[in-house]
């Protein structure tokens, strides 16, 4: 069956703008999440949702970072006014249940603010 | 506080060699998850395994070897007669029981394997 799927692949935005970052989880999956992943370095944590509820949102790095899965679905990643420092990989995640299953992962959307 | 270390940011190894990828993890949880994935060069994250608190079998599939121990919170990566196919960035990560599902990422091991 299909994989994760995230787009756009790649996205530049000049600084202060506003992008939106979508994810498909693979079909059924209850539990997604998004990651931001630096040049370099392991991913870390955003966000998490359980069908439409966002359970943790204790990773997002600023109130300029939005989340949502209105349908328990696909889920999309808004970042407000751009910095240069949001320049990074988001990768999305899916996972079948809701208790420590295996994450699958998507192939990320690169971001890059100038 | 690192959760996951990965100490070795990179390794070259020539085809066919062996090579051990070293995970050093840290949490109070008695329940706990270690996953292993894959970074190729095109970005996406490929699982490995995964590998509860309370199963310290080591594990085999193919080429591929985990050997996890409790006691020094190590969850060890080999990979037995490299193939340049396994070039990629390999990272260790921790779930905790009480940690919302989230993995906790090591820095990650960049494995170049030379022809």
């Known amino acids: 069956g299909a994989g994760v799927s995230q787009s756009p692949r790649y996205k530049v935005a000049k600084r202060g703008q506003d992008v939106a970052l979508r994810c498909d989880p693979i079909?059924?999956?209850?539990?997604l999440f998004w990651y931001q992943q630096a040049l370099g370095q392991g991913p870390e944590f955003l966000t998490y949702f359980q069908n439409e509820a966002q359970l943790d949102k204790s990773g997002l790095p600023s109130d300029r970072f939005f989340a949502e899965r209105p349908e328990g679905s696909v889920s999309t990643l808004k970042i407000q006014r751009t910095q240069q420092e949001d320049s990074a990989v988001y990768l999305c995640a899916s996972s079948f249940g809701g208790y420590q299953e295996t994450q699958y992962f998507g192939p990320g959307t690169r971001l890059l603010v100038l | 506080a690192q959760k996951v270390t990965q100490a070795q940011t990179e390794i070259s190894v020539v085809e066919k060699e062996d090579v051990t990828l070293d995970c050093v993890y840290e949490t109070r949880d008695t329940t706990y998850y270690l996953f292993w994935y894959k970074q190729p060069p095109s970005g996406e994250l490929v699982f490995l395994i995964r590998r509860n608190s309370f199963d310290e079998q080591n594990e085999i599939s193919g080429r591929y070897s985990w050997n996890f121990q409790k006691s020094t919170s190590s969850f060890n990566f080999t990979i037995t007669a490299s193939q340049v196919v396994d070039s990629a960035v390999y990272f260790c990560a921790l779930s905790e029981a009480y940690g919302n599902n989230r993995l906790a990422f090591g820095k990650g091991n960049q494995v170049v394997v030379i022809p």
């Open positions: 079909s059924g999956h209850v539990s």
